[in-house]
Structure formats: structure tokens, C-alpha cells
Nanobody, 122 residues
């Protein structure tokens, strides 16, 4: 069982930046790919970004590509998602998830954090 804890969310204005963190309570964190997802009110959870076990491969949803950066520090069991030029449509609860393989679907990930709220005001 991999326990994940997100932090870094908050209320920001459009155009601001945020860096979300995901700490894994798992000594073999480097064995797991990590994905970030978000869920806006009344909408389904959607993929935002993913990173491979070593961090050498990253991939992004079209909606955030070019203004987001996913990274990880395996020595500290932590993954990050930095988002720049935030827009009101980025509002939602952001979740990190872990899996030994990874992917872009929620069903690809068995382990999830509780989420951190990001609210972007116009």
C-alpha cells in the first residue's frame, strides 16, 4: 500500500503559478510512476501530467502542456507539479497517484492521495 499526501494548493489569481507536492510514504517510491489528475466540480477526474519511475519520461494533457512541469525527487520520495499562467479552468481538486507502470487513465493507478484544492480566480 502506497500512501500519498498532496500539498501546495490554494487560492490564486489568473496568471499566477503554483507548485504542488506529493509525498509518498513508500520506501520504494522510485519503483512507481506518478500521475497528477484533477477534478473540477461536476466533472470527471482528468489526467494532467505523468512521470516515469526515474523521471526521464514525462507527458502532459494538451490543456496544460507548455505551462506545466512535472518532476520528482526520488531521494525525498516526492513528486511535484508546477503550473504557470494559471487559468480559472484549472480550478479543481488535484490528486497525485502512483502505479508501477503508469498511464493517463484514472483506472491505471491503484494508489491515490486525498487531493489538494486549487482555485483560480479571474
Amino acid at each position: 500500500q502506497v500512501q500519498l499526501v498532496e500539498s501546495g494548493g490554494g487560492l490564486v489569481q489568473a496568471g499566477d503559478s503554483l507548485r504542488l507536492s506529493c509525498v509518498a510514504h513508500e520506501r520504494t517510491f522510485s519503483d512507481y510512476a506518478v500521475g497528477w489528475f484533477r477534478q473540477a466540480p461536476g466533472k470527471e477526474r482528468e489526467f494532467v501530467a505523468g512521470i516515469s519511475q526515474s523521471g526521464s519520461n514525462t507527458y502532459y494533457a494538451i490543456s496544460v502542456r507548455g505551462r506545466s512541469l512535472i518532476s520528482r525527487a526520488n531521494a525525498n520520495n516526492t513528486a511535484f507539479l508546477r503550473m504557470n499562467n494559471l487559468k480559472p479552468e484549472d480550478t479543481g481538486v488535484y490528486y497525485c497517484a502512483a502505479d508501477r507502470v503508469g498511464g493517463i487513465k484514472s483506472s491505471d493507478y491503484p494508489y491515490w492521495g486525498q487531493g489538494t484544492q486549487v482555485t483560480v480566480s479571474p
